[in-house]
C-alpha cells in the first residue's frame, strides 16, 4: 500500500461559496506520498478556505476529496484518522498541560490507549517538547505553542499532514527546526505546507501550487519551475529595438531592465547562439550572465496576472 | 470518544476559578436554605404529631430544598454552559475536534454529559444535606432519591438547551444570557391568565411550563408524562445542537 506515488490527498473541481461571494473556482490538489506540497497565494486567495476543506473542517460547495483513497464526504470519520491538521491558530488549551493535552489529542485521533506513551514520547522528542511536558501550555512562548500545534497533527502518525502557516512567528532559529522536522516528515507522509514565506518553500518543498482569487494559476514542481524561470541577462552598447531581441532563437520573453540591459528567456534559449549573434550584428555585447529568476518573482508576476501557465 | 471530550470538559471546568466559586456559592446558600427548613420543621414538629398522615421531614425539608436548588440553578447553568461550544469556537479549539475523527453527535455528546456530570456532583453535594438529617430522624430515602433523580432530569434539559444555544451564539456572554431567558420563560410562562383556561394555547402554556412537571415530582408524585417533558427537552436540544455543528461545516 505504501507505493511511492499514492495519490494520499486527491481534490477534484473544488468550489465554495460564502453567501453570494465565490472563493474557490473548481480547484484540483494533488498530493502524494513522499511529497512536501507549498501552498502559496496572497492573503484571501482561497489557502486557508482550501485547507479547512481538505481537513474536512469545512464542506465544499462541489467537488470532492479523496484522503488516501477515501471519499471525504461519503466517509469523514475514516478519512481524518488519516489526516493531521495544523489550522493557521494552534487549537491548544491553555488550562491543560502540554502532556495533557497531547493525551487528549491522542485519544481523540483514536491512537490506542497501549501505544499512547510512545507516541506522546515521540512527538515531543520530534517537535523539541519534551522538556516542557509537565508546563501550563498557556505559559509557553508563541514558539513552543506552535511546535504543540505541530506536535498534535502528527501524534497519529497521520499519512497526510497539512500545515496551514506552520513557522509563523517564529524566530528563525525555531524556523530552521521546523523545516527539517517536514523535511523529516516527508519520508512517510505527504504533506501541503501552506506560506507567506517563499524561500520556505525553496527551502523544503517538491512541488509549488499557486492559487490567486481562488483559482490555481501555476502547480509544477519546483524543479521545473528553476528550470523554466532560468534567463539570462543580457547588456548591450548598441541594443537593437526589443522586437528584434524576441526574435531570437529560443526566446520566449524579453524585459528590459534598463535601457542597455534585457533579460531574456525560455526553456531553450542556447547562450551560445545568443553571444554569436550579438556579435555577429554589432550591438556591443558587454555583459551575458545567467539569472536565476526568484521563486519570489513568478510569484508576484502570476498574481498580478502578467503570467501565463507558462512554466506549467 | 464521547468519554475523552467529557473527561477534557469536566476537567478544563475544574481548572477554572468560576466551577469552585460556583460550587462554593450554591452549596452555602442551600445550607443555609436548608437550616432554616430544619428549624420551621422543628418548630411545627409539635403540632404536626398529633395530624394523622402529617408530612414527615423529607416533605417539609427536602421537598422545598430542591425547588429553591431549581431556582438557584436557574441562575447558575447559564454561567458553565454558555462556554461549551461558543468559546471553543472563538479560541480556535473547536477546529480540533472538527478535524479529528469524531462525529459533531460525539462532540455534542460529550460536552453534554461533561457539564451534566458536573452538576450533577452539585445534586450530590445538595442531597448530602438532607441525608444528614439520617443522624437523628428516618428521612424518606425514597423520596429523597425522586428529589435527587428530578433534580438531575431538570439540569439535563438546562445543560442540553445550554450547549444547543452556545453552539448557535458566536459571542459566549450573549449565549449565557440567552439560555439564562430561554430558561426562565418555560418558567414563568405558565403566569399568563391563559393558562386557567380551556384553549389551545392555555393547554399549551401548561405543557411548557417547566414548573408544572417538576413541582410534582419533587412532591413524590411521579408520572411519566412529566419525566417525559424533560426527556424531550433535553434530546431535541441535543439534536437540535448536533444539526447546528453539522451546519458549521456547510456555512462555516
Partial sequence: MASPDELLIAASRLSRVYGERRVLHDIDVAVRRGEVVGFLGPNGAGKSTTMRILSGVLAPSGGAVRIAGIDLLEHPIAAKRRIGYLPEQPPIYRELTVDEYLRYCARLHRVATSEAGAALARVKDRCGLREVGARLIGSLSKGFQQRLGIAQAIIHSPEVVILDEPTVGLDPIQIREIRQLVRELRSDHGVLLSTHILPEVQAVCDRVVLINAGRIVLDTTLAALSEATRGWRVRLRRPPPIETLKLLDGVQRVDMLDAQCFLIAGPRLDSEAVARRC???????????????????????????????EAA | MTAAIAARELRSLFLSPLAWVILAVVVFILAYAFLVQVQVFTEIQPRLAGLPSAPGVTEIVAAPLFEFAAMILLLVAPLLTHRAIAAERRAGTL??????????????????????????????????????????????????????LTLILLLSAFVAMGVLISSAVEEPIAAAMITFGALLLLKIVDWSTEVATETRTGALMRYLSMSRHYEPLLAGRFASSDILYFVILTLVSLALAIWRLDADRLHG
Fill in chain 2, 95 to 148: 477546529v480540533l475536534l472538527q478535524s479529528a475523527p469524531v462525529s459533531s453527535t460525539q462532540i455534542v455528546l460529550g460536552k453534554y454529559l461533561g457539564l451534566l456530570a458536573f452538576f450533577a456532583l452539585l445534586a450530590l453535594l445538595i442531597a448530602a444535606m438532607p441525608a444528614s438529617l439520617a443522624l437523628g430522624t428516618v428521612p424518606d430515602w425514597r423520596h429523597l432519591g425522586a428529589c435527587v
Fill in chain 1, 279 to 309: 556579435v555577429g550584428e554589432d550591438w556591443g555585447l558587454i555583459e551575458l550572465t545567467p539569472q536565476d529568476r526568484s521563486l519570489e518573482e513568478v510569484f508576484l508576476r502570476v498574481t498580478t496576472g502578467d503570467l501565463a501557465m
